[in-house]
C-alpha cells in the first residue's frame, strides 16, 4: 500500500507492525509517552533501537532529507542528554 500522509496512530501501528513481523520476539516496542519515549518506538535484543517519523507536510526531497534529519537530531540529543532514563528505556 503506497500512503502519501499517515496520522501519528496509524504510522506508528503500521511500523509496529513492520518491526514485529522482521523481528518477531526479538523486538521490545517502546510505549507511547509524553516526551518519555526520547523519539523511539522499539529496540532489538541485539542493541539497535528504531525510530519511526512520517513527515505531516508534503515535501520535496531536500525538505523531506532535512526534516528527517532534524528529527533524528533532536531524538538523539534527547537519548543523550538522559542517559540514566534512556537505559531504563
Known sequence: MIR?????GEWQDHCRKLL???????????PDRDRGDGGL?????????YQCYAAQEAYNTKALTDAQKAKIATDIAKLSKDLVKTKKL
Do not use: K, L, V
Request: aromatic share 20%.
Open 41 to 49: 518506538e522499539a529496540y532489538d535484543f541485539d542493541g539497535n533501537a
Open 4 to 8: 502519501e500522509s499517515w496520522d501519528g
Open 20 to 30: 514485529g513481523m522482521r523481528y518477531g520476539t526479538n523486538i521490545q516496542f517502546i
